[in-house]
C-alpha cells in the first residue's frame, strides 16, 4: 500500500477543493490512477464550505455556556458554539468537552481552533459530512475522469485511557468502510462472533501520520491499492459506520454510570 501526503496552498473560504488537490497532485508529480482514495481533512472542508465562527460574534453566552466553562476551564464563547454543535455534553476534562455530534463522540463536537484562520477564529464540522464527502469524490472522479475512486473525510479524535490523537472517518465515498468478519473462521477454525474491521478508520489513521496535526500543510493523503472494497455511494449505509449508543462497549457503561449517579 501506497501512502503521500499532498501539500496544497492554505485553503480558503470559498476555494474549489478538487481543483486545489488536482493541481497539488500534479505539482507532487502525482497523478490520480482508479483504485485510489483520497484522504481529506474536515477542518480544511469547513473552511472552504465557509464553516468557521469568530468568537467575538458571540455576545452574550449563555448561562448553560458559563457554567461548563468554569467547570472545565474553557472560553465561554467557544462553549456557546460547541453546544450549539451537540446533540449531548457529556462531560469533560481542562479545555476540553466530550460531546455527542453525528451519531459519533467528539472532543469539543468537532469545534476546532487549529487551523482554522488564526486570532479568535474557530472552525465547524462541515456541512452534511456524507453529502460533502460524497459530492467531493463525485466531482474529482469526472473532473480526473477516474473510477473507482474513494474519498474520507477524516478527523483526529481520542482513545479511553490513551494518551495522543489518531485519525477517524467522519464520512465515506466510494468504498465500504466497515468490512464485518462476522462468521468467518480464525486460524484454528473459531468463528468470529463480533469482529468487524473499520476499514475507513484504518487507512484515516494512517494518513493522519502524514497530515499533521500542525502547520505541515498537508490536508491531503493519497492512499493506493488499499484493500477495500469499493461500491456504489447508495449501496452504502450513511449509518454504517454507527454503533447504538445501548451496543457500544463504553457508551453503554458509561450511560449506567450516569444513571447511577444521578
Known sequence: MFIRAIKTPVIQPGNDLVQVFLESLEKAGESLLPGDIVVIAETVMATAQGRVVDLKSITDPCDEAKEIAKKFNMDPRLVQIIIAESDEILGGV????????????????????SNS??????????????GSIRQFREELSKKAAVEPIGAILADSRVQPLKKGVLGG??????????????????LFGRPLVITQIAVADDLTSAA??????????TPFVLIREAPVHFERDDKIDVKSMEMAPDKCLFMN?????RKEER
Open 117 to 130: 484562520g488564526g486570532g479568535t477564529l474557530v472552525s465547524l464540522l462541515p456541512d452534511d459530512l456524507w
Open 253 to 257: 457503561i458509561f450511560s449506567r454510570y
Open 208 to 217: 493522519e501520520l502524514l497530515m499533521g496535526e500542525a502547520n505541515e500543510q
Open 94 to 113: 481542562d479545555h476540553v468537552i466530550l460531546a455527542r455530534s453525528h451519531g459519533l463522540l467528539l472532543a469539543n463536537a468537532g469545534v476546532d481552533a
Open 169 to 186: 472517518a467522519l464520512a465515506v465515498s466510494g468504498f465500504v468502510p466497515v468490512e464485518d468478519k462476522r462468521g468467518q473462521v480464525d
